[in-house]
């Protein structure tokens, strides 16, 4: 006779172990964990590129020691352009996976030197569904859009929007060349998730980016305050 | 391990939770999997079917009856309190107009029960049911 057995538990109940794992060690680290999520090509790596430079130009006394661990589904390419600019890098390659797993990060920080780090990004598989759905164990995700991908994005991946602590839009030096609506994105976003942080930035001009560091310089103060 | 379909991710996790439970408690075999789906997660049930028949191939999943119970979106809001059910697209308290609102519901992937089958209590019975289902 078969009988019932009561779960009452997340289908991510193991992965939800390394997270906390991932979140205690850094915790007590006071590193804070950033994951970025984003389409491939809506400028991922060319933001992290472009933040890591804008941060060596601040006074030393501001400057953030980073880090960054890159998840691809396959090639090394985005951990290499990382290192370029003397940062400390790891590539996670998924080989098919369209999403980084707790796991996965929890081993990729045994290669870090975390002793000497202040922010440390994952830049996760680009894909705007699977990641949102996986806790890395990290302090916020953020999403990062571009406006060539139009303006509909929040509201087709309402999960991803609804979870951040912030959206980027990038590439707005396109905006004159492709209909995008940044009424209509900001409208759903402002729906989705009213307490969203919001920036605009240019990576290749570099507009907006010491809008997005001061973000950044707040909540690692906030969790280290904490 | 190569999810195409954000269901497969879904899916793989659900397996992994089953089966290692499975294996802590010893069941022979699972019957029925009551999976409460919040509609954050734009889950499509069919695919979501499909996915578990592939990826319980072989386990003591196949042929389990996986119910899909759909749970609702469900609003609170931080301000006034005031709790609504609501659509994905507007997360503004439609009473006080606020935006430290939360969901209270709608994001769930929670295995709620499970339906299992155990090996018989003498080792000889158990060794039957292994014979008889010509997987182990």
Request: charged share 30%.
């Amino acid at each position: 006779m078969p009988r019932l057995v009561n779960i009452r538990r997340s289908v991510f109940e193991e992965d939800r172990r390394n997270a906390e794992a991932v979140r205690e060690e850094l915790g007590r680290r006071g590193v804070l964990l950033v994951n970025l999520i984003g389409s491939p090509g809506a400028g991922k790596t060319t933001l992290l590129e472009a933040t890591l430079r804008k941060n060596t130009e601040r006074p030393e006394t501001r400057r953030f020691r980073c880090a960054v661990i890159e998840g691809d589904v396959a090639t090394s390419r985005d951990a290499e352009r990382i290192a370029a600019l003397g940062v400390p890098s790891v590539q996670i390659n998924t080989e098919g996976g369209c999403h980084l797993e707790a796991h996965l990060v929890r081993k990729a920080l045994g290669a870090l030197p975390l002793g000497e780090v202040d922010l440390l990004f994952v830049e996760n598989v680009g894909n705007l569904v699977c990641p949102a759905e996986f806790d890395l164990g990290e302090d916020f995700k953020v999403a990062v859009s571009s406006v060539p991908e139009g303006d509909d994005k929040p509201l087709k991946y309402p999960h991803l929007f609804h979870l951040v602590r912030a959206v980027i839009l990038t590439k707005t030096d396109l905006a004159p060349y492709v209909r995008f609506s940044p009424e209509r994105f900001w409208g759903d976003v402002e729906n989705l998730n009213p307490s969203a942080r919001r920036f605009l930035v240019d990576s290749i001009q570099g507009d907006g980016l010491e809008e997005w560091l001061s973000g950044l310089d707040e909540w690692l103060e906030e969790k280290r305050r904490r | 391990m190569r999810p195409l379909v954000h269901e497969l991710s879904l899916v793989e996790a659900l397996c992994k939770e089953l089966l290692q439970q499975g294996q802590e408690q010893g069941w022979a075999r699972v019957t029925r999997i009551a999976l409460r789906v919040g509609e954050m997660r734009q889950v499509v049930p069919d695919v979501l079917l499909f996915c578990f028949d592939v990826a319980s191939k072989g386990t003591i999943l196949e042929g389990a009856v996986l119910d899909i119970v759909p749970v609702p979106l469900l609003w609170t809001c931080r301000e006034c309190g005031n709790v609504w059910p609501g659509d994905a697209a507007c997360a503004l308290c439609p009473n006080c107009g606020a935006v430290r609102t939360e969901l209270q519901e709608g994001t769930e992937l929670e295995i709620d029960f499970v339906e299992v089958e155990d090996f018989g209590e003498s080792p000889e019975e158990a060794t039957k049911e292994c014979r008889s289902c010509q997987d182990w």
